[in-house]
């Protein structure tokens, strides 16, 4: 699953051409003079700029205009104060975090003043062991991708590396935007081979005649399921943006791009239907755990239950002899206590007896 063929070559292929979405007379990207995109002289735009044969990130700070040439802009953690500067240099109106965490299909996929605002859902911490999901948002304008996002998972990092190393990945927004959820994809393939190989070795833990610790298992279950529901969530809003992107507009996508659409629209719905196999094998193994350690503890009570039968009948005995009535012929017996003692003996193995004979214990 981590294998992801036809992808990367029809990027490289879709970097010969360019794309418009809409009529470039004027680009609304380009910087109004005298707008600042940073305050304090601490980064908040990192602009990506096609140089001699490579993609360089320059870091626009304070005073800095972004670089007409820039097909990538991302906006990492922006504050409020700095989403409105920024707005106001990209002459477009940004989505604020709340915003971004809406889940109506008409907060998060939307066409503006020829901008195209797509948020996706994208799993993050899955390297830390606490994995949870941000919404990142992508805006296509021109030829150019505005990227806003509150967290900074793998497959950004991992893109952001690569595409420093081959431009021919960053020709134009929509290629760039391409490789991100090509990227984002490929992680979430990761993550669901994690999830079956989780599952695999509870399945062996459970159904071993080995002494297994239930806790554990149920605890392994718990973060497995937490994995693939966020896996399945980031899929799901990944397929309404690949939809989103792929319907008729103003301007019709290149050949090479629209097969690169098609294929991850491909992808994203395998990994889905995956992914709900792995949410029935949770179910069914976390079904197996709760049934095996009611088992376990059906033993443990059968025992004491047992045990209460085989001292029933010499309790009776004892009891019997122990009563304190002046009249009690065994009692003058001079052989009557080791009667007593037999008889309770006797009393005790016959119920064992029958039991084991009916293959109750």
């Known amino acids: 699953m981590s294998a992801r063929h036809p992808v990367h070559d029809q990027k490289a292929a879709a970097a010969r051409f360019i794309v418009r ?18 305050q304090g002289g601490k980064a908040l735009i990192t602009a990506y700029v096609q140089r001699n044969g490579t993609m ?16 990538w802009i991302d906006l ?14 990209l002459a477009i109106e940004l989505p604020t975090k709340e915003e971004m965490s809406e889940i109506e299909i008409s907060s998060r996929l939307y066409q503006e003043n020829g901008a195209f605002f797509m948020t996706a859902t994208v799993m993050t911490q899955v390297e830390a062991g606490d994995p949870a999901t941000e919404p990142f948002t992508f805006v296509l304008i021109g030829r150019r991708l505005v990227t806003i996002r509150y967290a900074n998972p793998m ?56 002494k297994t610790d239930y806790e554990e298992v149920l605890r392994k279950i718990g973060l497995s ?6 896996a399945r969530e980031s899929l799901v809003s990944i397929g309404r943006v690949l939809s989103f992107l ?72 004892a009891s019997i002899y122990g009563m304190n009535f002046q009249t009690m012929p065994e009692l003058a017996l001079k052989y009557g206590y080791p009667v007593s003692l037999i008889l309770m ?3 005790g193995i016959l119920p064992y007896w029958y039991f084991k004979r009916r293959g109750w214990l």
């Open 76 to 89: 990492f953690a922006p504050t409020k104060d700095e989403e409105a500067l920024a707005e106001e240099a």
């Open 155 to 210: 497959p950004f990092r991992a893109f952001t590396a690569q595409v420093q190393r081959q431009a021919e990945l960053a020709g134009t927004g929509e290629i760039i935007m391409i490789g991100l959820l090509d990227a984002i994809i490929d992680r979430i393939a990761d993550v669901l081979e994690k999830v079956q190989r989780d599952m695999n070795s509870i399945s062996r833990t459970i159904f071993s005649r080995q």
């Open 246 to 317: 792929s319907r008729p507009n103003e301007v019709k996508p290149h050949k090479v791009l629209a097969r690169s659409l098609k294929t991850l629209s491909r992808d994203v719905i395998s990994l889905s239907d995956h992914s709900s196999f792995l949410a029935n094998n949770i179910t069914f193994l976390l079904d197996a755990t709760l049934g095996m350690s009611n088992i376990e503890q059906t033993g443990v009570i059968k025992i004491f239950s047992v045990m209460s039968v085989l001292f029933l009948p010499p309790t009776l005995i």
């Open 56 to 71: 360089t990130p320059m870091a626009i700070q304070h005073g800095q205009p972004i670089p007409p040439e820039a097909t």
């Open 345 to 347: 003996i006797i009393a």
């Open 225 to 230: 399921e937490g994995l693939n529901s966020r």
């Open 21 to 38: 979405l809409h009529s470039t007379k004027a680009d609304p990207m380009t910087p109004r003079s005298g707008c600042s995109l940073s």
